[in-house]
């Protein structure tokens, strides 16, 4: 006897598979000041964190924006937990596919914030 599998819940939000993660999509969620800000905090705390733990400088549609932009990149896992919506960074299929390019976007993005002070390169 064969079980079906459950039906998506319409609260499940597309993301690529790890082979079609590309690369130009990934250099493009982190060229943008704001998601390379999400993703740094989520690189400092290994685990997921919920939209409403950011405190972004713009509007709720433009975080939204910012979020499906990392999501569809293939950059972050957006996961429904009760109502809040999770993050965590896709941090082994990036070094799987691209090698070294998350740690080292991530140490130049420190040396920038330590370089021009931790506002400026928020």
């Known amino acids: 006897m064969t079980t079906a599998a459950p ?48 405190d972004l400088p713009v509007t709720k ?18 996961v429904y937990r009760g109502t809040a919506k999770m993050n965590g960074l896709r941090r082994d299929d990036l070094d799987d596919l691209f090698p070294g390019l998350l740690d080292s976007v991530l140490a130049a993005a420190a040396g920038q914030a330590a370089r021009l002070g931790s506002v400026a390169a928020r």
């Not at 790890?18 to 704001?34: F, K, Q, T, Y």
């Open 7 to 54: 039906a998506p819940s319409s609260r499940d939000l597309p993301h690529p598979v790890r082979e079609e993660i590309r690369l130009e999509g990934v250099l493009h969620a982190l060229s943008d000041p704001m998601r390379l800000q999400v993703v740094r905090e989520l690189a400092a705390v290994s685990d997921e964190l919920s939209c409403s733990h950011f």
């Open 61 to 78: 549609s433009t975080t939204t924006h910012h979020f499906r932009v990392l999501r569809e990149s293939g950059v972050i896992r957006q």
